[in-house]
């Protein structure tokens, strides 16, 4: 039943109306929960692998994706994982792709993708909740938002036991799709002084106040970073094509796996590719069809830098001052007993993108480099765990 829920749910367009209770609906029961993260990714960062973590995170999305047909799903990226929603008749399908995930990344990358399936209806079962809700970062492209405390319980099943779960056991990926998959930009020099990346989660004792408490986060960062500073780390000004082969060429490996002859034609693909865009960028003329002026245009407005999950993530190019302002912010919310937060600072941001056509249907996930969400997400772990 209600497979085409998400589907039919009515968008919103103003990031302030995330905190509003009118937008959101229950998950149908029947429908399943996808998480993914990469096992060991806190090693992984310390050897300066996080763009690969990122790449393995989004590629679960794509491939999902891509057995469906590119059916709409609420999704998330997370950094070192992804969230997606499913309806119950695409469960085998989706394990399967998932599975073959997990072969090509620890062929290619050797990285542990950890993955699970798990019943909406068995965490309404554990009094859990979960909503969602469609925000439209532009005409094009939607980003869902979700609300409760379900996706963190269905996260600590996967990676602690417990609960039910559909897990994936590596397997064939000869037939595995990342099309659309594509990681060809420099990272992002901040702007202000540095890129913080913001992790904040309401605590169970104020669950009851989670919406209140939001929306007054949201507008007290929005009195620190006002839209018209220029906090967001894509700007149409900004933005570099990569030519460097340790950089395209992970791309190449994941999307190509094993067929050397594919991957160096691929390759050779993506540096053609590339050189036409930097004369379009560089010279903002029109190549063929493509546009770059509006394509750059529309990355800064598909960029998913600031979005919800069960817990408030942002990527803010901040100043020194706002940055200062912020950790008070948080600090003082915390000492209430209101939040967890996790920050992380570091000079640039990352970005691997989901192109699913060069005409304004493209998503371009945006993380702090040096570990970025994971790195905030350790900090935010450490509170939980102190109960502080």
């Known amino acids: 039943m209600f497979q085409n829920f998400y589907q039919s749910l009515e968008g919103f367009g103003q990031f302030s109306e995330l905190t509003s209770p009118s ?13 993914t993260d990469v096992r060991g990714s806190t ?11 990122n790449l393995v995170g989004a590629a679960a999305i794509i491939a999902v994706l891509n057995m469906t047909g590119r059916v709409p799903l609420p999704y998330a990226f997370g950094g070192d994982g992804a969230t997606i929603l499913i309806p119950q008749h695409l469960v085998d399908m989706v394990r ?25 209806s068995a965490l309404y079962e554990q009094k859990a909740w979960l909503k969602v809700a469609k925000f439209q970062l532009s005409p094009t492209v939607e980003q869902a938002a979700f609300q409760g405390n379900g996706l963190g319980l269905a996260e600590q099943w996967v990676k602690k036991g417990g609960g039910t779960v ?30 913080l990346t913001l992790l904040a989660r309401v605590t169970p004792n104020h669950e009851g ?9 949201l507008s007290e960062i929005a009195q620190i970073y006002p839209e018209s500073c220029g906090a967001a780390p894509v700007q149409p000004d900004n933005m570099n094509l990569s030519f460097a082969y340790k950089n395209l060429s992970r791309e190449a490996i994941l999307r ?11 390759l050779l693909i993506m540096y053609v590719q590339n050189a036409i865009g930097y004369l379009s960028f560089r010279f903002k003329i029109p190549v063929g069809n493509f546009n770059g002026q509006k ?26 001052e706002q940055q200062k302002r912020l950790e008070a912010l948080l600090a003082d919310h915390h000492a209430k007993g209101e939040i967890y937060y996790g920050i992380h600072l570091s000079p640039e941001a990352l970005m691997t993108c989901l192109v699913f056509n060069l005409s304004g249907n493209h998503i371009h996930f945006v993380d702090g480099s ?19």
């Open 23 to 35: 937008h959101y609906v229950d998950v149908p029961a029947d429908w399943y929960v996808v998480i």
């Open 43 to 53: 090693n992984a960062i310390a050897q300066g692998r996080y763009k690969e973590v």
């Open 96 to 120: 399967d792709t998932l599975c073959a995930v997990q072969t090509r990344v620890k062929a290619m990358f050797d990285l542990e993708l950890r993955a699970g399936c798990i019943p909406v």
């Open 166 to 195: 559909i897990t994936c056991t590596p397997k064939d990926d000869s037939e595995l799709s990342l099309e659309g998959l594509e990681c060809r930009w420099q990272p992002i020099g901040n702007r202000h002084g540095t890129m």
């Open 209 to 217: 106040r989670a919406w209140e408490i939001y929306s007054q986060l």
């Open 256 to 266: 190509r796996g094993n067929h050397l002859l594919g991957y160096i034609r691929y």
């Open 295 to 320: 394509y750059l245009a529309e990355m800064a407005a598909n960029s998913d830098a600031r979005k919800f999950d069960e817990m408030l993530r942002m990527v803010l190019d901040s100043s020194l």
């Open 370 to 388: 040096d570990g970025g969400y994971a790195i905030a997400a350790k900090q935010m772990k450490e509170q939980m765990a102190a109960g502080t």
